[in-house]
């Protein structure tokens, strides 16, 4: 009891300090969300022993501002990416790459089995793919030694 308790209250304060940071307008930076990123990725992909290897490169995230709305979106894609990594990929390597150019390109790779038919119709791609068309961008999904997501989003204020 005690230990479901405890695991209960880390959750909740982690889905509490989730909401905090989304609703904060001062994280409305791209430098933020990549940092913001990093570190949720770290922390939940080591709690299912999941290796992550992180890279950022291009210009300087530093200074490019972002709306929340596309904050929030570009957030959740993430993390239903690692999500459905986790709960179906049966991988143990994962790999993020943020490429700042014109727009933003993230990489997401695993070394999982790929998607299932029955994925590749459900709600967290339909989700995923709904999130993407409100930033005006694209996702290309590749299933090859593992699967690849390759997200681009414009990096324009006025879309939003």
């Known amino acids: ?3 479901r308790i405890v695991d209960l209250s880390e959750r909740l304060v982690k889905n509490m300090s989730e909401i905090i940071w989304a609703m904060d307008a001062g ?50 894609v993430v993390k239903e990416i690692l999500h459905n990594t986790v709960k179906h990929a049966k991988a ?20 999982g089995i790929g998607l299932s038919q029955e994925n590749e119709q ?3 791609l339909k989700n995923i793919r709904r999130r993407l068309e409100d930033l005006q961008g694209t996702l290309v ?12 989003v414009p990096l324009t204020i006025n879309g939003s």
């Open 92 to 111: 143990d390597r994962m790999y993020i790459r943020f490429s700042v150019g014109e727009t933003l390109q993230i990489q997401i790779h695993d070394n």
């Open 27 to 76: 994280f409305d930076t791209l430098s933020s969300l990549i940092s913001y990123i990093r570190r949720y990725a770290f922390e939940y992909l080591e709690d299912f022993e999941i290796e992550l290897t992180f890279e950022v490169d291009g210009r300087s995230p530093k200074g490019i501002p972002l709306t929340g709305k596309q904050r929030r979106n570009i957030f959740l």
């Open 122 to 124: 459900g709600n967290g």
């Open 1 to 3: 009891q005690v230990n």
């Open 141 to 152: 999904l590749k299933v090859a030694d593992g699967t690849t997501f390759t997200l681009d």
